[in-house]
């Protein structure tokens, strides 16, 4: 799935859906539940939110939570249950 536009999130036009996705351009990170939440953005450059024009590509939840620890320094257990418990199952 490939989306382009600035800082447009990926899948305009589901209303809700889990889904977690990368950049492959800027290397940002979006996922959760999109469209009821709770969701997470991690951008990848300084102003990646609205400079890059995105090119979004479908990921698995483990590579979303293994790439936010590693390359952001995201600690999932101070986290929502969410994203905490998913974490722990991997």
Avoid at 18 to 25: A, K, N, S, T
Avoid at 50 to 63: N, P, V
């Amino acid at each position: 799935m490939r989306l382009l536009g600035r800082g447009r999130l990926p899948e305009p036009r589901l209303m809700i859906v889990q889904g977690y996705w990368r950049c492959e351009r800027c290397r940002s990170l979006y996922g959760g539940i999109k469209g009821k939440g709770p969701t997470r953005a991690f951008w990848g450059t300084p102003n990646a939110q609205t400079r890059c024009r995105h090119e979004w590509a479908a990921i698995d939840r483990d590579a979303f939570l293994r790439e936010a620890s590693d390359r952001f320094g995201k600690n999932w257990d101070d986290d929502l249950p969410f994203f905490r418990d998913a974490q722990r199952q991997t």
